[in-house]
């Protein structure tokens, strides 16, 4: 074909990054199975795609981007000059970060199971969070005007069934307009509400959600309080550096151990030259903050309670009773529960029911997830058991709890 040498460099640098891109035969890509990715085992290849993706006809010089019902988005278009009619297919990707209740809110809506929310969470964590501003859009647009030799094309966007300027790249220009100003508030809105996520990951010392935070720091839209790009990196940077060392002193850590780590973070920041360096930086800073949480929280017990303790943390709707957990590490159920007892001076039961509660509390004022979900969410299956649980546990009824909250 004549643009081979494009299509290679196009397709090597996608491949680097993470994103992936295919060719399909124009009479396979109308006939993808309506199967549902996140219940066959979060299978990605183009033969997986959700229900009712990319059934219209495609017409030439056109690229199309849509976004199915699990937030993936896609871009694809037909290519000119072969043999026998092929479309590009890329994706999936997100557009912007999805957010710890934004994803369980998702799994309820297309009937995704709690029990398996890890395994959907490490999931969003393997795809690229990808804006229109990223460079490799702008290769994309400029194939595009390479195979259709032209400087201009149609752009569709599916999900809103309308044509939009005609680049993948167009910068919509700030004015004060009542709808930009809505659209600055969400903004704003995702960023806070990604921002006390982290911080309330690092009071409990949740190191696994690194992933989850990991693409989220790459794609974070940063407030340019400054005439230098750089230069609001460095101050956003520090502005998390005081937060999550707040959210590390809140779970359990002594000022004395959090001054060393703050003060290194802090030069750090200074140090750092290059923008592209500052997600690598946050995330460090995640992982950093965190771990010193789990060690100065739980050190002093022993490594047989730890243990249990960073199993029930990790997976609250999974079936933790005594006989699992001693199980997991090989112990007699009557060891495990009196060593757990003489340290935490609680019960594993109780420890569970505990941190279930509060769970349920935080997903209730944080998440619009109806309240059998939040239940199987804490591993409880029955919700009448789970609404007389939590209403012991606070005062109130699920219901009173989340009215009250509003």
Same mark, same amino acid.
């Given at each position: 074909?004549?643009?081979?040498?494009?299509?290679?460099?196009?397709?090597?640098?996608?491949?680097?990054?993470?994103?992936?891109?295919?060719?399909?035969?124009?009479?396979?890509?109308?006939?993808?199975?309506?199967?549902?990715?996140?219940?066959?085992g979060?299978?990605?290849?183009p033969?997986?795609?959700?229900?009712?993706?990319?059934?219209?006809?495609?017409?030439?010089?056109?690229?199309?981007?849509?976004?199915?019902?699990?937030?993936?988005?896609?871009?694809?278009?037909?290519?000119?000059?072969?043999?026998?009619?092929?479309?590009?297919?890329?994706?999936?990707?997100?557009?912007?970060? &999805?957010?710890?209740?934004?994803? +369980?809110?998702?799994?309820? %809506? /297309? *009937?995704?199971?709690?029990q $398996?929310?890890?395994?959907?969470?490490?999931?969003?964590?393997?795809?690229p969070v990808?804006?229109?501003?990223?460079l490799?859009?702008?290769?994309?647009?400029?194939?595009?005007?390479?195979?259709?030799?032209?400087?201009?094309?149609?752009?569709?966007?599916?999900?809103?069934?309308?044509?939009?300027p005609?680049?993948?790249?167009?910068?919509?220009?700030?004015?004060?307009?009542?709808?930009?100003h809505?659209?600055?508030?969400?903004v704003?809105?995702?960023r806070?509400?990604?921002?006390n996520?982290?911080?309330?990951?690092?009071?409990?010392?949740?190191?696994?959600?690194e992933?989850?935070?990991?693409?989220?720091?790459?794609?974070?839209?940063?407030?340019?309080?400054?005439s230098?790009?750089l230069?609001?990196a460095?101050n956003?940077? &520090?502005?998390?550096?005081?937060? +999550?060392?707040?959210?590390? %002193? /809140? *779970?359990?850590v002594?000022? $004395?151990y959090?001054?060393?780590?703050?003060?290194?973070?802090?030069?750090?920041?200074?140090?750092?030259?290059?923008?592209?360096?500052?997600?690598?930086?946050?995330n460090?800073?995640?992982?950093?903050?965190?771990?010193?949480?789990?060690?100065?929280?739980?050190?002093?017990?022993?490594?047989?309670?730890?243990?249990?303790?960073?199993?029930?943390?990790?997976?609250?709707?999974?079936?933790?009773?005594?006989?699992?957990?001693?199980?997991?590490q090989?112990?007699?159920?009557?060891?495990?529960?009196?060593?757990?007892?003489?340290?935490?001076?609680?019960?594993?039961?109780?420890?569970?029911?505990?941190?279930r509660?509060?769970?349920?509390?935080?997903?209730?004022?944080t998440?619009?997830?109806?309240?059998?979900?939040?239940?199987l969410?804490?591993?409880i299956?029955?919700?009448?058991?789970?609404?007389?649980?939590?209403?012991k546990h606070?005062?109130?009824?699920?219901?009173?709890?989340?009215?009250?909250?509003e």
């Amino acid at each position: 074909m004549p643009y081979e040498q494009e299509f290679a460099l196009l397709h090597d640098t996608f491949q680097k990054s993470h994103v992936s891109l295919s060719l399909i035969a124009e009479v396979d890509f109308y006939a993808l199975r309506e199967v549902n990715p996140l219940q066959t085992g979060i299978e990605d290849t183009p033969d997986f795609l959700a229900r009712k993706l990319f059934l219209q006809s495609l017409a030439p010089y056109t690229m199309y981007k849509q976004t199915d019902a699990y937030r993936r988005a896609w871009i694809y278009l037909l290519l000119p000059e072969r043999e026998q009619q092929e479309v590009l297919l890329v994706g999936p990707y997100l557009a912007s970060p &999805i957010g710890e209740e934004e994803m +369980l809110e998702m799994s309820e %809506e /297309n *009937g995704i199971s709690p029990q $398996v929310q890890r395994t959907v969470r490490e999931y969003y964590a393997s795809l690229p969070v990808l804006r229109d501003t990223n460079l490799l859009f702008v290769m994309l647009e400029t194939f595009c005007e390479r195979i259709w030799h032209r400087p201009s094309f149609a752009v569709v966007d599916v999900n809103r069934e309308h044509h939009i300027p005609a680049s993948v790249l167009s910068v919509v220009p700030r004015t004060d307009s009542f709808d930009d100003h809505l659209a600055n508030m969400k903004v704003l809105e995702k960023r806070y509400a990604f921002e006390n996520e982290m911080i309330r990951a690092v009071t409990l010392g949740q190191i696994h959600k690194e992933k989850q935070f990991l693409s989220g720091f790459a794609a974070m839209p940063l407030e340019m309080r400054s005439s230098s790009p750089l230069r609001s990196a460095k101050n956003y940077s &520090i502005i998390m550096n005081t937060l +999550l060392r707040k959210a590390a %002193e /809140n *779970g359990g850590v002594h000022p $004395v151990y959090l001054d060393r780590i703050s003060s290194d973070f802090a030069r750090k920041i200074e140090e750092t030259s290059v923008l592209s360096a500052f997600p690598t930086l946050m995330n460090e800073m995640f992982r950093s903050y965190c771990r010193l949480v789990r060690k100065h929280s739980i050190r002093r017990y022993s490594p047989v309670v730890q243990k249990a303790i960073l199993l029930i943390d990790s997976d609250l709707s999974a079936p933790l009773t005594l006989s699992t957990l001693a199980a997991a590490q090989g112990l007699s159920e009557g060891y495990l529960a009196t060593i757990f007892k003489r340290e935490t001076e609680k019960t594993v039961s109780e420890y569970v029911r505990e941190k279930r509660m509060k769970h349920a509390a935080h997903l209730l004022t944080t998440t619009r997830l109806q309240i059998q979900t939040i239940a199987l969410h804490c591993g409880i299956m029955d919700v009448q058991y789970f609404s007389k649980l939590f209403k012991k546990h606070t005062g109130k009824t699920p219901k009173e709890y989340r009215e009250t909250a509003e």
